[in-house]
């Protein structure tokens, strides 16, 4: 077997909800609250969309870099969100956001190359980086208020860095990076030989102040070395459907798009047409989008106070759908235990990183039963 796919395991969220699934079809009640994903259906209009495409036999090949009409769509998206000048002859579409993440990694990274991580981070960062023979290595923001710092930065770089990975809106923690704190980020590593990856699938997903990266005023300096990622799964309730893109720079596009035609061809040219349907008809979204968005914040302030009542340690979320609680002393078989004497599936602190083994994740963008059993046993457990 290849060495590299030897050297990584499963992400832990995606290995417990296999394993949840199997004791769900067993018959088993099980308070979920495992899984990073939008507990809503996808809207009616965009499904109806794809039916449509369907119908109407927009079932053949298609372009290997993405619709046109999805990347004009995308570029448009982006216009009106952020005010961003995004040429669409830069958009990749991509099979989901973890998809645009591999190309990236991918396509820069050789084997002995460092990418820089900042712990806690989402597994799959490192697991892919090392699936290339690139070596993660991961920087703790636990001593800095689970953001990065300029000298957490230069402390760990070297000859070897090839690229920093940055997500804010954060999974796990929920925290966004402060836009001038990443502007000042950002204009350090403009002297250095990196590519920079920024990660904002959750960019929608904001209770407090939030700038997108394409809106700092430091993209357009380093625009030439920015891979920026984006996907339809959280804002639009889309997980199922694999739909993602990167903005590339141009001198990545040629390595990039050869990646897309070797690998998946194209994403499924229907779902490609519900995603232009997905971005055009945003208007009628926005409701839906502002009754899902209710529901967190509703449950994000509940769960904020019964944690502070009940005196757990957490960070404070500021996007994203998911709280990062700490338990001091925490037994090594906490999550294990929870689920067996409580039924409730959660991710150990150690799947986003070493230095977090005494905390663990839960996300509160979940089916009703899965939340309020997690709520019962915070509230009495
Ligand atoms: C931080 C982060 N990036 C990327 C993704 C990938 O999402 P998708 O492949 O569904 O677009 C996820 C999914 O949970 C995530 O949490």
New binding site residues.
């Given amino acids: 077997m290849n060495r590299y796919l030897q050297s990584i395991e499963a992400p832990a969220a995606i290995e417990i909800a296999d394993r949840i699934r199997k004791k769900e079809a067993d018959g088993e009640l099980i308070f979920k609250v495992q899984t ?1 994903e939008p507990c809503f259906n996808t809207p009616d209009y965009i499904s109806n969309a794809l039916f449509e495409a369907i119908n109407n036999n927009k079932t053949n090949y298609s372009y290997s870099q993405g619709l046109p009409e999805l990347r004009k769509a995308i570029s448009f998206h982006l216009k009106q969100a952020y005010s961003a000048n995004i040429d669409p002859t830069n958009v990749f579409i991509t099979n ?3 998809h645009a ?1 591999h190309c990236a990694i991918q396509s820069l990274i050789e084997p002995g190359e460092e990418v820089m991580i900042f712990d806690p981070s ?1 597994p799959q960062y490192a697991n892919i980086t090392k699936l290339y023979g690139g070596i993660p290595i991961k920087v703790s923001t636990r001593e800095t208020s689970f953001v990065p710092t300029i000298k957490s930065i230069s402390d760990n770089i070297t000859s070897k860095t090839r690229m920093v990975i940055f ?1 804010s809106p954060n ?1 796990p923690t929920g925290k966004i990076i402060p836009s001038k704190m990443l502007q000042e980020i950002l204009h350090f590593l403009a002297d250095l030989d990196v590519y920079i990856l920024f ?1 904002e ?1 959750y960019d929608f997903i904001v209770y407090e102040e939030f700038q997108s990266i394409l809106s700092n005023p430091a993209f357009e300096e380093l625009k030439n070395r920015i891979i920026y ?1 984006n ?1 339809f ?1 959280k804002t639009f309730c889309m ?1 199922g459907w694999r739909l ?1 893109y990167a903005i590339v720079p141009p001198e990545l596009s040629a390595s990039y798009l050869k990646l897309l035609q070797n690998s998946v061809t194209h994403v499924n040219t229907f779902v490609q047409l519900a995603g232009v349907v997905a971005l055009r008809d945003m208007e009628i979204h926005k409701e839906l989008f502002k009754s899902m968005m209710e529901v967190y914040n509703f449950r994000r302030n509940e769960l904020i106070e019964v944690l502070t009542n009940r005196s757990f340690e957490f960070v404070y979320p500021e996007g994203s759908f998911y709280f990062f609680i700490r338990i001091p002393n925490m037994e090594p078989n906490f999550v294990s235990q929870l689920l067996s004497n409580h039924k409730i599936a959660s991710v150990p602190g150690e799947a986003y990183g070493k230095d977090f083994s005494d905390y663990f994740r839960i996300s509160y963008a979940v089916d009703k039963t899965s939340y309020d059993g997690f709520l019962n046993w915070l509230s009495n457990g």
Wanted: glycine content about 26%.
């Fill in positions: 990073g989901g956001g973890v993440i989402w997500n999974n990660d699938v990622i996907s799964s997980t993602g």
